[in-house]
Antibody, heavy 121, light 103 residues
């Protein structure tokens, strides 16, 4: 089955760190750009970070630059998001999403169910 | 960076209604626009890509149109399972969403 499964979310204190993981199955991860997208409570969708197939290019939303790192291990069919210096405003449901092949517009054609990150003391 | 502005932000509708949601881009983006449906606690679902192409498995009551800066998502006859929030998207930028509510 073609799917993405996120894990690693939880409750963390402000200033703390979390590492989110996304396990891909049913397709060849190394062929695709991948993204992390989040939804804060009561808010809309926001793209957090995107990584090229081979990890050579990475893009971040301004609000997480310098605090988060997207990475991947294609051999293990896994995508990661290391989040440091977490703030209350990082509280959100984090989704892993696949970028459609050859998509100039960055179409996200496969999504996971999400993992919840709560930043609170 | 391109901004996407959706309207309306919410809409009270009834089963069977025809619904149109608009998305305006801050600059021309050709036909590089997608629409997603999102229900609480669920993964967002791709409905339309390249402004007007229907994703496989998506009911034909959904359609998209537009190019350049102005785009629309139309649901021809709203079904109970269509009550959700809808987002337009282009290259990592999302519109703010349009929530369809039961009247």
């Amino acid at each position: 089955e073609v799917q993405l499964v996120e894990s690693g979310g939880g409750l963390v204190q402000p200033g703390g760190s979390l590492r989110l993981s996304c396990a891909a199955s049913g397709f060849t991860l190394s062929s695709y750009w991948m993204s992390w997208v989040r939804q804060a409570p009561g808010k809309g969708l926001e793209r957090v970070a995107t990584i090229k197939e081979d990890g050579s290019e990475k893009y971040y939303v301004d609000s997480v630059k310098g605090r988060s790192t997207i990475s991947r291990d294609n051999a293990k069919n896994s995508l990661f998001l290391q989040m440091d210096s977490l703030r209350a405003e990082d509280t959100a449901l984090y989704y892993c999403a696949r970028v459609r092949l050859w998509s100039v517009a960055g179409i996200l054609d496969l999504w996971g169910q999400g993992t919840l990150v709560t930043v609170s003391s | 960076a391109i901004q996407l502005t959706q309207s309306p932000s919410s809409l009270s509708t009834s089963v069977g209604d025809r619904v149109t949601i608009t998305c305006r881009a801050s600059q021309g983006i050709s036909s590089d626009l997608a629409w997603y449906q999102h229900k609480p606690g669920k993964a967002p679902k791709l409905l339309i890509y390249d402004a007007s192409s229907l994703e496989g498995g998506v009911p034909s009551r959904f359609s998209g149109s537009g190019s350049g800066t102005d785009f629309t998502l139309t649901i021809s006859s709203l079904q109970p399972e269509d009550f959700a929030t809808y987002y337009c998207h282009q290259r990592g930028t999302f519109g703010q969403g349009t929530r369809l509510e039961i009247k």
